[in-house]
């Protein structure tokens, strides 16, 4: 018996030390003084000098942690400050003197909170904004440098509205005009960007490139990339072609690109398509029940750099991995031995394809999914977070307006997908071997219990998960790399 407990406790010895190798830093919650419950908590990241803060808050008040790229507490702050209406965290700005404001919106997207805190002066400040004309509808957010961009538009206008917020409170807003582009409806008709943006009746996705993006994000026919001073938003209702608007956040000025679709001598509604751009590459997908063609397009000059093909009576020869089925009412994981099942299965659905590169290799996910709509907690939930009575809190790091490497890292579970994923070098030769887990992956092993008080962010050139003890008033953060 004696050897069995030995045997135990050296078990128990080893996976302590392998989850605390990862372990970065813990700092207490110091200046919580009640017993309620822990909300929800908030990681901002300034990308200019590393400093990272967190905000944790319970039905009462915000407690503010500003840490150094080493991970030094430099400053912390309470707050008060309560707005019950505005529940949805959008965004972020920092300022040069190391203010932090967060954005807040109420349910239907009509009103705005700025609610500052200064770690300087050991106070907090809000300001609320209304869109300048009636009809003005919300689209998307973007904190780029630092500084934070409100999207929006309006029916009968050609064009977009950005909203930029100096260090002052002031709201500058900047329209863009579209009426030098031309766009086209999923029917083949001339349509404006209103049109498009507002064509999936849900929130636009935006895409962290350097995260693992799993078919349930990448499969939206809309999607938002921000990259440098940039933002980008791709088109795919139209089968024939995918439409890119590029907005330029220095000049206000905006222009298009648009790549054909493989498959376009098939007008048939059953055709699915989708798109993807990573670096220099955007991924154009094709397919029916009975092939599927991916075009791999060099994003400058249009030109293709490869295509793969799929038909249904012959074995996909670039895979690594077998057919794989997850989710589901009876079988959370299966395996598909025919190209055919494949076909069928993604097609029944919404497809998708995103491609990711670490180690100097490609990955490439290609595959589809379905909703499954009596399969325990919904995305929405997870999504629409908890009405706390503090506006920062309110719906927390999970929006897809706020933290899209968390909200990429939830999007799995309410569905039921069906996949494939391939490897390839740098000129998108296939590659034997396996696929390594991923950093998500490794997160979800780690810990299956994700809970409103636990957080994941990419910070450098690295995942950070961070997870609370109510009982200790400690929080914990853990790296992650692939």
């Known amino acids: 018996m004696k050897k069995k407990y030995l045997f135990i406790l050296i078990l128990v010895f080893i996976f302590g030390s392998l989850s605390a190798q990862n372990e970065i830093f813990s700092f207490k919650n110091s200046l919580k003084e009640n017993s309620t419950d822990i909300k929800n908590v908030i990681p901002i990241v300034n990308k200019e000098n590393g400093n990272l803060a967190y905000f944790i808050a319970d039905a009462k008040n915000v407690y503010a942690y500003k840490f150094n790229e080493n991970f030094v507490l430099q400053d912390k702050l309470s707050s008060e400050e309560k707005r019950r209406k505005f529940k ?24 705005f909170l700025i609610v500052n805190f200064s770690f300087l002066n050991k106070k907090t400040t809000s300001k609320e904004f209304k869109l300048e004309s009636n009809g003005e509808k919300f689209i998307q957010t973007a904190s780029v440098k630092n500084n934070f961009y409100l999207i929006s538009t309006k029916t009968g206008v050609d064009g977009l509205f950005i909203y930029e917020f100096n260090e002052k409170g002031t709201i500058k807003r900047n329209k ?63 089968k024939s072609f995918t439409q890119i608007l590029i907005i330029d956040l220095n000049t206000f000025k905006a222009t298009s690109k648009i790549f054909n679709k493989p498959l376009s001598e098939i007008k048939s509604i ?15 997908l094709a397919s029916t029940k009975n092939e599927l063609i991916l075009d791999i397009i060099d994003y400058d000059s249009g030109k293709s750099k490869k295509e793969l093909t799929i038909l249904k009576e012959e074995p996909i020869l670039f895979k690594n991995t077998p057919i794989i089925q997850e989710g589901g009412y009876y079988a959370n994981y299966r395996e598909l031995n025919k190209t055919k099942k494949f076909l069928r299965k993604i097609n029944a659905g919404k497809i998708g394809v995103s491609a990711r590169k670490y180690n100097e290799k490609f990955q490439l996910t290609i595959g589809g999914y379905t909703i499954q709509h009596n399969s325990g907690m919904m995305i929405g939930s997870m999504i629409g977070g908890i009405s706390t009575g503090i506006a920062i809190a309110s719906l927390g790091n999970t929006t897809v307006f706020f933290n899209p490497t968390q909200f990429t890292f939830n999007a799995t579970l309410n569905s039921k997908s069906t996949r494939i ?44 998960k961070g997870s609370y003890n109510k009982k200790m008033k400690m929080y914990t953060l853990k790296k992650y790399t692939d």
Request: hydrophobic share 35%.
């Open 88 to 111: 949805t965290l959008i965004g972020y700005s920092i300022s040069k003197n190391g203010n932090y404001s967060a954005f807040l919106t109420n349910k239907n997207k009509k009103k």
């Open 176 to 238: 863009i005009d579209l009426s030098h582009l031309k766009f086209t409806s999923r029917l083949g008709r001339k349509t404006k960007i209103v049109n498009l943006l507002s064509y999936s009746k849900k929130d636009i996705n935006k895409i962290d490139e350097n995260s693992p993006n799993p078919i349930e994000i990448v499969a939206d026919k809309e999607k938002m990339y921000v990259r440098k001073d940039k933002i980008i938003f791709t088109f795919d209702s139209n």
């Open 270 to 284: 059953k055709k699915k398509t989708n798109s993807f751009i990573l670096h220099n590459n955007i991924f154009v």
């Open 421 to 464: 994923e391939c490897l390839f070098d740098q000129n998108f030769n296939h590659i034997n071997g396996e696929i390594d887990k991923n950093v998500f992956d490794k997160m979800q092993k780690d810990n299956a219990n994700f809970t409103n008080d636990m957080t994941v962010i990419k910070y450098k050139n690295y995942f950070i």
